[in-house]
């Protein structure tokens, strides 16, 4: 397997440690730790920074080629309706948590976490449904 090759893998494993670390950083605040809810909630962000390298590196060795769709029946609109909602979502990410992570970092945690019951919701689906649309495109089919 080549490196071009390799890279949907290390995305999907990348999306699921972020995944990982979204639901303990989650866990971690709604029982009171602070610190260690920081440490999953910078660890997330940074995986998810590499996650964001290693994607737009596999788009731009492969131009432009896909790797298409070949399940059938119920599972096609399933699918397009999953990763139409993926893509959009995944943009609206990015500022999303920039600026819940900015609030942090100046420690204004009532705005913080008011962006927060946004940005989490939206960052999970993300990162769950990156991993379901790898297991779709080269596991399942």
């Not at 900015?102 to 939206?122: S, Y």
Request: aromatic fraction near 20%; include cysteine.
């Amino acid at each position: 397997m080549s490196f071009t090759e390799s890279l949907p893998t290390l995305n999907a494993c990348l999306n699921g440690t972020a995944t990982i670390l979204l639901t303990a950083g989650f866990i971690f605040i709604k029982t009171g730790r602070e610190k260690a809810h920081r440490n999953c909630m910078v660890a997330a962000f940074t995986v998810s920074i590499f996650f964001l390298f290693f994607y737009l590196l596999h788009k731009w060795l492969v131009q432009g080629v896909h790797t298409p769709f070949e399940g059938e029946g119920a599972w096609r609109p399933v699918y397009y309706t999953m990763l139409a909602t993926h893509i959009v979502l995944a943009m609206a990410i990015v500022p999303l948590v920039l600026t819940t992570l900015t609030l942090a970092i100046r420690k204004k945690f009532d705005k913080h976490r008011a962006w927060a019951r946004w940005t989490f919701p939206i960052w999970y689906y993300v990162s769950v449904t990156g991993v379901l649309i790898y297991f779709f495109l080269y596991v399942w089919w």
